[in-house]
């Protein structure tokens, strides 16, 4: 779709918003005339966008209260999973709680995943989790978390990983966007993960800052692939997918619905060029301190992914080359025929840019070093001419 389609779209949304509901149909009857496709868009959007004003007013605290009713509420430190002895709660949200544990068996330490009750009571549903998380655990890659176990104890069903020490992009970004140069680091290591996983028939659907960890050595780890298949709905529920499918902490939904690719926004069928327009708006967050598309509510958010071009990435990173831009730009591209086909495309562009980028940097290094060295000499030679005049005096 072209980006003047998508103006003709917005403006006749905004339009739309601004009228009565009971006024809308006449008003795009008339602004149509016939055009059965702008028409269907349009009432598309309004569609998601009462949907995510609905979805604000009430389902955030009915999910709170589902998630952390019972068991899952109550700490497990000190306690014994299986062959896990917990130790210390890492963190809790929309996805479960996670605690640092010892595996008795290997003495090593663990991440421990514990899945809510709400997401594990559907045996067709936790079916498919099981089905897809223990794919994920075939995965062989140095980007992707290692999955060690998927279990069930106790009647808590949980996920044992390897325990990494850093802190997740999103904490990386809490002062600003990153040089361009780590940015590109990032995202090459990023790019590697999808691939491979891409590669082994695995989409990850929720790549977001939160879900990529890194090392103090500057070493990338893609977190929780297999995880967003369970949240997935049964079908006949694709539009409550829209708003759900990815909530990582119920009742805070902007930063989640922020990477979704416009096939998601819409609860169409995804594929791995999903996870090339998220980890393009992760891209875009890292270089410009501010993800692409923003809103006031929920539905705002939707509507810029669906209808509007971010805004240009030179306004808020000048200093990234224009190959980034490009990258970047083909990496959000709305229409998924008219992005980078698969993760290796993506990582090979990335990966050529950050060598170019290393290059200059080493020949900026290397320019300056006799520079350096003359001024050096010319201090040492003028105190030693100094020290001289000082003795003959």
Same mark, same amino acid.
């Given at each position: ?38 028409? %269907? ?37 000190? =306690? ?7 130790? %210390? ?17 290997? $003495?090593?330490?663990? *991440? ?61 970004? *809490? ?6 140069? %780590? ?6 290591? *990023?790019?590697?993960? #999808?691939? *491979?996983?891409?590669? @082994? ?31 997935? !709905? ?8 829209? #708003?759900?499918?990815h909530s990582t902490n119920p009742g805070v939904m902007i930063g989640t619905i922020s990477y979704m690719s416009p096939e998601q926004a819409?609860? !169409?069928?995804?594929?791995? =060029? ?16 501010? @993800? ?14 669906l209808s509007k071009e971010p805004p240009p990435l030179s306004a808020y990173a000048p200093a990234a080359p224009e190959e980034l831009q %490009? ?9 998924? $025929? ?56």
């Amino acid at each position: 779709m072209t980006p003047e389609r998508w103006q003709k779209i917005d403006a006749l949304l905004q339009e739309a918003l601004e009228r009565a509901p009971a006024e809308r149909a006449a008003l795009l009857a008339s602004a149509c005339d016939g055009d059965d496709e702008l028409r %269907r868009e349009v009432e598309s959007l309004l569609s998601f966008h009462a949907q995510a004003e609905d979805f604000i007013e009430t389902r955030p605290f009915k999910v709170a209260a589902d998630l952390f009713s019972g068991d899952e509420a109550e700490s497990l430190v000190g =306690r014994v999973l299986g062959v896990y002895n917990i130790e %210390r709660e890492l963190g809790r949200g929309g996805m479960g709680e996670v605690y640092l544990a010892r595996d008795t068996r290997l $003495d090593r330490a663990v *991440a421990l995943k514990l899945l809510p009750a709400l997401y594990t009571t559907d045996p067709e549903r936790i079916r498919r989790f099981r089905q897809e998380a223990r794919a994920a655990s075939a995965l062989n890659h140095p980007n992707i978390l290692t999955i060690f176990e998927v279990g069930e104890s106790e009647g808590l069903s949980f996920i044992a990983t390897e325990y990494v020490e850093g802190e997740t992009l999103r904490e990386l970004l *809490a002062s600003g966007g990153l040089k361009p140069a %780590r940015a590109l680091d990032v995202a090459v290591q *990023a790019a590697g993960a #999808l691939a *491979a996983a891409h590669e @082994a028939g695995i989409v990850h659907r929720d790549i977001k800052p939160e879900n990529v960890m890194v090392r103090r050595d500057g070493y990338v780890k893609v977190l929780d692939f297999g995880l967003a298949k369970l949240t997935e !709905q049964t079908s006949g529920e694709a539009n409550a997918r829209v #708003l759900t499918q990815h909530s990582t902490n119920p009742g805070v939904m902007i930063g989640t619905i922020s990477y979704m690719s416009p096939e998601q926004a819409r609860g !169409q069928k995804v594929d791995a =060029r999903s996870d090339i327009f998220s980890l393009g708006v992760v891209l875009y967050e890292m270089l410009a301190g501010r @993800a692409p598309f923003e809103g006031e509510t929920q539905s705002d958010v939707l509507v810029a992914i669906l209808s509007k071009e971010p805004p240009p990435l030179s306004a808020y990173a000048p200093a990234a080359p224009e190959e980034l831009q %490009r990258i970047v730009s083909k990496a959000l591209a709305k229409d998924r $025929d008219a992005r980078y086909q698969s993760a290796s495309e993506m990582l090979a562009d990335v990966h050529e840019l950050r060598q170019e980028l290393e290059a200059e940097t080493r020949r900026v290094r290397d320019s300056a070093r006799p520079e350096r060295a003359a001024l050096t000499r010319g201090v040492a030679g003028a105190r030693t001419a100094g020290d001289g005049g000082a003795a003959l005096g």
